[in-house]
């Protein structure tokens, strides 16, 4: 199916435990993003990348790694859960050759961290 | 402090009604501007771009105010279907293509 994918949609895990979540987009968009989203702070930029093996920082990178050895994918990985990182975290893309244009969301993965 | 501020209600109306929301933002280094719907538990979805000159579509205008620094988003003729959380975008320009998210702004329309 065309279109931006997050897998799982649901995952529980436990403290200090790795867990990845996976972001997959068939547009072949250059840019690609990991917000997470918690009441009161609403989207928040983890990091983003501008192409295959370029990634960058955002507002909020602590506890979190990419890497973008595809264009099609970008993993988020968070190396030892904390509860902290309970949050429903969404990933998009963009085919920003000016940075200027439209992101598409995917579905969201909801993590809770016990 | 944040970089993109919203009001975030909510907005309470009733069907048929207009409203307006605003989103002020810091940087003046700023160089696109965006309004996204997110509906409940549901990834954001884009509504409209902002352009300088201001846009309309269907019953939604979008204005940008540079000097000021704000952008605006007035939803005429209010449906139940209006329901959400509207969130302004600013991406910021100097080297790196940076989006920041506003906390957004919930309208709820009553009947």
């Known amino acids: 199916d065309a279109g931006i994918t997050q897998s799982p949609r649901y995952k529980i895990t436990e403290t200090g435990r790795q867990v990845t979540l996976m972001c997959h987009q068939t547009?072949?968009?250059?840019?690609m993003f990991w917000y997470r989203q918690d009441l009161g702070h609403g989207l928040r930029l983890i990091y983003y990348?501008?192409?295959?093996?370029?990634?960058d920082k955002g507002e909020v990178p602590d506890g979190y790694v990419v890497s973008r050895s595809k264009t099609e994918n970008f993993p988020l990985t968070l190396e030892s859960a904390t509860r902290s990182q309970t949050s429903v975290y969404f990933c998009?893309?963009?085919?920003?050759?000016?940075?200027?244009?439209?992101?598409?969301f995917g579905p969201g993965t909801r993590l809770t961290v016990l | 402090r944040k970089e993109v501020e919203q009001d975030p209600g909510p907005f309470n109306v009733p069907e048929g009604a207009t409203v307006a929301f605003n989103c002020t933002y810091s940087?003046?280094?700023?160089?696109?501007f965006f309004w996204y719907r997110q509906d409940c538990r549901k990834e954001p979805k884009l509504l409209m771009s902002?352009?300088?000159s201001g846009n309309e579509d269907g019953r939604f205008t979008a204005q940008l105010n540079r000097a000021s620094q704000y952008i605006s988003l007035l939803i005429r003729d209010s449906k139940l279907s209006d329901s959400a959380t509207y969130l302004c975008?600013?991406?910021?320009?100097?080297?790196?293509?940076?989006?920041?998210f506003g906390r957004g702004t919930s309208l709820i329309v009553h009947p």
């Open positions: 998009a893309s963009s085919d920003g050759s000016s940075g200027g244009d439209e992101q598409f």
């Open positions: 547009w072949s968009h250059s840019y």
């Open positions: 990348s501008a192409a295959a093996d370029i990634t």
């Open positions: 940087n003046s280094a700023s160089q696109s």
């Open positions: 902002v352009y300088s």
């Open positions: 975008v600013v991406n910021f320009s100097g080297g790196s293509y940076i989006p920041t």
